[in-house]
């Protein structure tokens, strides 16, 4: 079993910056790949960014990429997700998954076995 717990959002302005935490529980959490997703209002949940269980392979989103850093921490149980230059499509309810490592990162949510419950990045104008 492992449970998510996300933190970190919040409002932001035009080209802020926003660092997302994820922290695992149980002894397992640091053989799961990790991955973000994000629940704009309206919209379907979609992959951001995942990172292995020993961090040798990273996927993005492409429209993402070069503005997102996605990281881990293995002592700490911790996945984080750094945005730069944040943008009004930004705004969405953000989640950390976990998925056993050996099914890769796939972008459908289907694959993730286990979820948190989301943080909040809100864009404000």
């Known amino acids: 079993q492992v449970e998510l717990v996300e933190s970190g959002g919040g409002l932001v302005q035009a080209g802020g910056s926003l660092t997302l935490s994820c922290v695992g529980s149980g002894r397992t959490f640091s053989s799961y790949g990790t991955a973000w997703f994000r629940q704009a209002p309206g919209k379907e949940r979609e992959f951001v960014a995942g990172?292995?269980?020993?961090?040798?392979?990273?996927h993005y989103k492409t429209s993402v990429k070069g503005r997102i850093t996605i990281a881990r921490d293995n002592d700490k149980n911790t996945v984080s997700l750094q945005m730069n230059r944040l943008q009004p499509d930004d705004t969405a309810l953000y989640y950390c998954a976990a998925i056993r490592d050996e099914m890769g990162l796939p972008l459908s949510e289907k694959f993730y076995a286990y979820w948190g419950r989301g943080t909040q990045v809100t864009f404000s104008s």
């Open positions: 990172i292995r269980w020993n961090s040798d392979s990273i």
